[in-house]
């Protein structure tokens, strides 16, 4: 059993920043893929950012050159840093543990508005 915890979402205006984090229970963080999603009212969750046990990164074209994810083993927290956000990025964003079995966060909302 893996359990996730995100925090760090929130208001901000077009081109600010935000850094959400997930930290996760259970010993075996760094040997699984950890990935970011995000969904809005309507829509299917999307692929924002996932980082392999490796640390080998892929980004959703939307979000290329503005969002970086990363990881921390020894906390067993992955980030994911938000720049030059805009109205198109509010939305619920979730941490998923990808493993034998996957699991998710119960998301943290960002608003991006004016």
């Known amino acids: 059993q893996v359990q996730l915890v995100e925090s760090g979402g929130g208001l901000v205006q077009p081109g600010g920043s935000l850094r959400l984090s997930c930290a996760a229970s259970?010993?075996?963080?760094?040997?699984?893929?950890m990935g970011w999603y995000r969904q809005t009212p309507g829509k299917e969750r999307e692929l924002v950012a996932r980082?392999?046990?490796?640390?080998?990164?892929n980004y959703a074209d939307s979000v290329k050159g503005r969002f970086t994810i990363s990881r921390e083993n020894a906390k067993n927290t992955v980030y994911l840093q938000m720049n030059s956000l805009k109205p198109e990025d509010t939305a619920l964003y979730y941490c998923?543990?990808?493993?034998?079995?996957?699991?998710w966060g119960q998301g943290t909302q960002v608003i991006v508005s004016s």
């Open positions: 998923k543990f990808v493993g034998v079995r996957d699991y």
């Open positions: 259970g010993s075996a963080f760094s040997n699984y893929a």
């Open positions: 980082i392999t046990s490796l640390g080998r990164t």
